[in-house]
């Protein structure tokens, strides 16, 4: 992965609207929090090929940046991506990692199920 281009990224971002794409988002602080120390909470959300149809979507921020996609009734956002890619299959990935290099936020879409 690179860090985020947001010209690029918001391209990428573009080239999904007013279709349905696969989506795959999560956040997670996971095994990083409690195992350290036990009075940190562990959280996390996921979802993982839920079909969905936006109208518009952004990227803005500075490193680190944030994603939001515009629905019919609502948004799906990610706050904190560091880094993204467009893998062979045409998917774009995008992903926010720690200063330890671990894991915290992923957003990706796909025209085909994760």
Known sequence: ???IQQEIVQQAINSYA????YLHLETTNGAYASHNDDKKMTVGAYIRNGLVQFTSGSIAGEHP???GL???FGWIYAEGLTHYEIDD???LLLAGYDDEGRLAV???LSHKPF
């Open 106 to 108: 992923a957003l990706e």
């Open 65 to 67: 940046y944030r994603a």
């Open 18 to 21: 007013n279709q349905d794409v």
């Open 89 to 91: 299959l045409g998917r």
């Open 70 to 72: 515009k629905l019919a």
């Open 1 to 3: 992965m690179e860090l």
